[in-house]
């Protein structure tokens, strides 16, 4: 069956640090990924999709940028956190979007 | 820009009741249409969808319903149990990758 993996499930961090969230599907092979994001009292907003190793698209300008460094993970990052990138990150594979976990990150 | 809405954050609803979840959207463009349920520091499920050349789909307890000219849907839910308590999300389609989500309501059903 397939399965994902989000991790950490909880981050705090400072302002200015860099961020790294993982996200790895298994079970499935060459899955569409999907970072969203849900900031307090929003909906889910896209910020990132693949539909292949290597291929990302934005859906929003924004102090992140997401990888697709192998066929099943999928990575978001920054290199200076904001203290609005506060919120819950969410990825997600396949269609209708199955989603993980998710990792609430509190940017201070 | 908030292309779906959910205007309601929450509900509140007596066990065995119908529970009614409403969602209204702004481009007619959108075909097709998603509730997601989502219980706390869990990521949301998939629960039951909808395409534009439908008006309605059933699945056990869960309908929806969609109001193409009113550009509305709603989420019926028959007779509600207090496991349904989470936070049920819209979502709207214009292509695969392409999905809008509601801000969410927040349903508690009483025993």
């Known amino acids: 069956s397939q399965t994902i993996h989000q991790w950490p499930a909880t981050l705090v961090q400072p302002v200015g640090s860099p961020l790294s969230l993982e996200c790895t599907v298994e079970g499935t092979s060459n899955p569409n990924l999907y970072w969203y994001r849900q900031a307090a009292g929003r909906g889910l907003q896209l910020l990132f999709y693949s539909v292949g190793i290597g291929q990302i698209s934005s859906e929003v300008p924004q102090n992140l940028s997401a990888s697709r460094p192998q066929d099943r993970q999928f990575i978001l990052s920054s290199k200076k956190l904001l203290l609005s990138d506060s919120g819950f990150y969410l990825c997600a594979w396949s269609w209708p979007p199955n989603f993980g976990p998710g990792t609430r990150l509190l940017v201070l | 820009d908030q292309q779906v809405k959910q205007n309601s954050p929450s509900l509140s609803v007596q066990e065995g009741r119908i529970s009614i979840l409403n969602c209204d959207y702004t481009?007619?463009?959108?075909?097709?249409f998603l509730w997601y349920k989502k219980y706390p520091a869990e990521g949301p499920t998939f629960l039951i969808s909808?395409?534009?050349?439908?008006d309605k789909n059933e699945d056990g307890r869960f309908t929806v319903f969609l109001n193409k000219s009113a550009k509305h849907l709603s989420l019926h839910i028959v007779p509600s149990q207090p496991g349904d308590s989470a936070v049920y999300f819209c979502?709207?389609?214009?292509?695969?990758?392409?999905?809008?989500f509601g801000a969410g309501t927040r349903l508690t059903v009483k025993p």
């Open positions: 909808i395409s534009s050349i439908k």
């Open positions: 481009n007619s463009m959108f075909d097709y």
């Open positions: 979502a709207a389609s214009l292509s695969n990758n392409d999905m809008r």
